[in-house]
Nanobody, 115 residues
Framework: QVQLVESGGGLVQPGGSLRLSCAASGIIFTIADMGWYRQAPGKQRELVATITSIRTTNYADSVKGRFTISRDNAKNTVYLEMSSLKPEDTAVYYC?????????WGQGTQVTVSS
């Protein structure tokens, strides 16, 4: 059974930093492409960043230069380092992967950027 468990969300002031983690199980993590997405209230879910099995990364324009995606294959975990956070980064952040043609999502972790 595939499971993705996100953690690390919370309340942070504008300009602050957070690190999100997504622990994966039930997949061969070393060959899995992983992604972070987010959904703000009243908006569609959008891509934030992706990382392939060979560590090629891709970022939404809105987070380039502020967010960094990385992976630790020994821990089956993908990270999202977020800095210079803005109120518009407030959203539920989800981890995503695909295995055997099926898309899997984590339960999400809330990030709130507010003073």
């Amino acid at each position: 059974q595939v499971q993705l468990v996100e953690s690390g969300g919370g309340l942070v002031q504008p300009g602050g930093s957070l690190r999100l983690s997504c622990a994966a199980s039930g997949i061969i993590f070393t060959i899995a492409d992983m992604g972070w997405y987010r959904q703000a209230p009243g908006k569609q879910r959008e891509l934030v960043a992706t990382i392939t099995s060979i560590r090629t990364t891709n970022y939404a324009d809105s987070v380039k230069g502020r967010f960094t995606i990385s992976r630790d294959n020994a821990k089956n975990t993908v990270y999202l380092e977020m800095s210079s956070l803005k109120p518009e980064d407030t959203a539920v952040y989800y981890c995503k992967t695909m295995a055997r043609g099926i898309t899997y999502w984590g339960q999400g972790t809330q990030v709130t950027v507010s003073s």
